[in-house]
């Protein structure tokens, strides 16, 4: 299993992004896929995880409404696009997968994280 994150970068407040986790070793119905951030000095929190047997999605509450998790099984690949950015969004940014059960953190496998950075 191996998950590579990418799409991370600087963008001024009200911005998008969209990151991306491609996965090899499974495709996407066999796992759930999460996103998962950390901000320095704070701890994990869990941001959205898109179900591996039936796509159903899962937000954070401060996200709902601007970010949007979603997966190509052509590519292998499930993308969080984050619209409306703000500074409080700024964190490493990590894909990993497993169930996707509350609070959205406890993953078996996890990919490399990709740095978000809100900020005028």
């Known amino acids: 299993v191996q998950l590579q994150a990418s799409g991370g970068g600087l963008v001024q407040p009200g911005g998008s992004l969209r990151l991306s986790c491609a996965a090899s070793?499974?495709?996407?119905?066999?796992?759930?896929i999460g996103w998962v951030r950390q901000a320095p000095g704070k701890e994990r929190e869990g941001v959205s995880c898109?179900?591996?047997?039936?796509?159903?999605?899962y937000y954070t509450n401060s996200v709902k409404g601007r970010f949007t998790i979603s997966r190509d099984y052509a590519k292998n690949t499930v993308y969080l696009q984050m619209n409306s950015l703000k500074p409080e969004d700024t964190a490493v940014y990590y894909c990993?997968?497993?169930?996707?059960?509350?609070?959205?953190?406890?993953?078996?496998?996890w990919g490399q994280g990709t740095q978000v950075t809100v900020s005028s």
């Open positions: 070793g499974f495709t996407l119905d066999d796992s759930g």
């Open positions: 990993a997968a497993g169930l996707c059960h509350a609070p959205l953190t406890d993953f078996d496998s």
């Open positions: 898109i179900d591996g047997s039936d796509g159903t999605t």
